[in-house]
């Protein structure tokens, strides 16, 4: 779905990360959660961006910045994983509200497995099911493609594995039709902040997908190649340095002005990163803002 239109102007703030910073008393946990605040206009809406492994440190954090849950207008969910969707029902409940959108892939309530060290599910728990997710007030928005949210953001729906160094699982598994196979995360989205003057915020939860691939398909959709500002996490944690350089390498080769990262991105590509793009990397923590 092509946007027309440009935000106003935009504030990203981290609610969640693995890394709650230095001299802070934010609460860490390993998981994610950005708050997107998008003005367009007369509108102000906060889109939240994934709800961590439980809600208890989204919710604490957003006291000491001082957010009130009962302002998010729609929650988006970039995967299946528990890391990004065990705090969903918890935050739903804080929120309060009647018939808030939660948008997200429709393979997102698939069980996932892990082998390792032992078999068990690691995507969207019981507790955080779709009777559940609509019992606390969320209204189910399930669909592959972009999805335009308001004026300005959209979300990348499915995102195509084009680059071939991106082209990898991460050694987790479905069960479809009596038969084990390896799981390609397809369910995997992120959001898109198109604001005036400024190009495309890209915002991503654990890139799957791989995150050049998903900056491609962002710079599609939006048809604009101007890329302020690319943050969440990059799941480069166990990949190798050839996939790490390459990513690198392709940061500076699309001109992105600013990479924030952390969650599942890893030491060894947050220093890559660092290496190469020098003061246009930041690392991700909590309380992190980005004003666009």
């Known amino acids: 779905m092509e946007r027309k239109k440009e935000a106003d102007a935009a504030r990203i703030i981290v609610i969640l990360d693995d890394y709650a910073g230095q001299d802070t008393s934010f609460l860490a946990q390993h998981g994610i959660s950005l708050l997107i605040e998008v003005k367009s206009g007369q509108e102000c809406r906060r889109i939240l961006m994934d709800t961590g492994q439980s809600g208890l440190p989204v919710l604490y954090n957003m006291e000491l910045l001082g957010i009130q849950p009962s302002s998010i207008d729609?929650?988006?969910?970039?995967?299946?994983?528990?890391?990004?969707?065990?705090?969903?029902?918890?935050?739903?409940?804080?929120?309060?509200?009647?018939?808030?959108?939660?948008?997200?892939?429709?393979?997102?309530?698939?069980?996932?497995y892990s082998f390792d060290p032992f078999i068990h599910n690691i995507g969207i728990t019981r507790e955080n099911g779709k009777e559940a997710i609509e019992a606390a007030g969320g209204v189910l928005m399930l669909t592959k493609e972009p999805l335009a949210i308001m004026s300005g953001v959209t979300t990348t729906g499915e995102v195509p594995r084009k680059r071939d160094f991106e082209n990898h699982g991460i050694g987790t598994y479905n069960i479809e039709e009596g038969k084990i196979v390896p799981d390609e995360i397809r369910d995997d989205l992120s959001l898109i902040i198109k604001v005036a003057g400024r190009g495309i915020a890209v915002v991503s939860g654990c890139s799957h997908?791989?995150?050049?691939?998903?900056?491609?398909?962002?710079?599609?959709?939006?048809?604009?190649?101007?890329?302020?500002?690319?943050?969440?996490?990059?799941h480069l944690i166990k990949a190798s340095r050839e996939r790490i350089e390459k990513t690198a390498t392709?940061?500076?080769?699309?001109d992105i002005h600013e990479i924030i990262a952390g969650h599942c991105t890893g030491m060894a590509a947050l220093c890559e990163f660092s290496k190469t793009l020098c003061d246009?990397?930041?690392?991700?923590?909590?309380?992190?803002?980005?004003?666009?």
């Open 74 to 112: 729609a929650v988006v969910l970039s995967h299946c994983h528990y890391d990004h969707t065990k705090g969903l029902v918890e935050t739903l409940k804080a929120i309060g509200k009647k018939d808030i959108p939660v948008i997200a892939h429709p393979d997102i309530f698939r069980p996932n």
């Open 280 to 292: 246009r990397f930041k690392q991700l923590h909590v309380g992190t803002i980005v004003d666009l």
């Open 209 to 234: 997908a791989g995150i050049v691939n998903i900056i491609d398909r962002s710079k599609e959709i939006t048809k604009e190649d101007r890329v302020a500002v690319v943050i969440g996490g990059f």
């Open 250 to 254: 392709a940061f500076v080769d699309l």
